[in-house]
């Protein structure tokens, strides 16, 4: 069923660490007490829930039934900002590790009611996730992790992220302690801790997508563009070629780029034929397998 219209509702989840996850529920305008399966949105490394396209993806979602949950991770810089990375020193922190945590806490809490929406019942059993680049990665690794999701869908998802860092960087990283990103939107460059190598080195059973794929059993759906200048194509390849589930696919969006010809901010009436086809892809997935 395709609705009209659909309802936002954002708030914060509040958490032990003083590092609010802050988020975005999009629902259906519904009859209600309807019950609507929940997809959990995962942006990539660098980004923010409310980059470029992704809000209006979440509301495709949404108008095909489902009640999306958008989020920032609680340590990717941005804080209660919807635009600027304002909080550094949690972006030079954020590991592979506390991103989990935060899946891990949303998911409770949509479980125990603290994240809801006032127009439908959120289905607490049955989640989907999508993740891009960093965020497809986890996405994988949540889905390994944890049973509530039975479903999911990466788009253009890094393999493992041990491979993205060199030797050299790596060396010259141990020895500073920090190692600089640049973000290539905004020109602004950021540091990160040794910690994050270290977290990822130390915890790689359990951290890496390329290992924890090879656990699921659940339909899996990877896309990825075929013009890809950030994240190697193969990487969605080995991901599908480890991926034990008899339900899965990889399909692949011929001219597109790392965010599917999108950029921020998207101001476009209409989106690219490619993230048209991407969107299609993933609607078409969780409506075959996220019952």
């Known amino acids: 069923m395709t609705y009209s219209s659909i309802s936002i509702e954002s708030g914060q989840l509040e958490r032990e660490e003083n590092l609010p996850v802050y988020y975005d529920v999009y ?6 007490g309807t019950v609507c399966k929940v997809i959990l949105f995962l942006h990539g490394f660098k980004g923010f829930k409310d980059w470029g396209a992704f809000p209006d993806a979440c509301e ?14 609680s340590r990717n810089g941005y804080g209660s900002s919807r635009e600027k990375l304002t909080e550094p020193d949690h972006f030079a922190e954020q590991t592979l ?15 125990r009611g603290q994240i809801s ?29 944890f049973p509530e999701i039975r479903c999911c869908v990466t788009w253009a998802a ?9 030797p050299e960087m790596v060396a010259q990283w141990r020895e500073k302690g920090t190692t ?3 973000n290539s939107r905004t020109g602004e460059t950021y540091l990160l801790h040794w910690s994050v190598y270290e977290d990822a080195e130390q915890h ?18 990877f896309v990825v563009g075929k ?7 193969s990487d969605s390849e080995r991901l599908f070629l480890e991926c034990p589930s008899g339900d899965k696919e990889i399909r692949f969006v011929e001219g597109a780029g790392h965010t599917f010809n999108t950029s921020h901010p998207f101001v476009e009436e209409d989106f690219p034929r490619a993230f048209e086809e991407l969107l299609n892809h993933t609607e078409n997935w969780f409506l075959e397998y996220l019952r």
């Open 27 to 32: 629902a259906p305008v519904a009859t209600p």
């Open 60 to 73: 495709e979602m949404a108008r095909a039934g489902y009640v999306v949950v958008a989020f920032n991770f």
């Open 97 to 111: 590790s506390s991103d989990l945590q935060d899946v891990e806490d949303v998911i409770e809490a949509v479980k």
């Open 117 to 145: 929406h006032s127009k439908v019942v959120m289905d607490s059993d049955h989640f989907g996730v999508i993740g891009h680049s960093r965020g497809g990665h986890t996405a994988i690794v949540a889905a390994a992790e």
């Open 158 to 166: 890094v393999a493992s992220y041990l491979d993205r860092w060199d």
């Open 180 to 182: 600089e990103v640049q």
């Open 204 to 221: 790689a059973d359990r951290l890496m997508a390329i290992r924890r794929v090879k656990e699921l059993h659940i339909p899996v759906l």
């Open 227 to 233: 013009a890809d200048e950030s994240v190697p194509v």
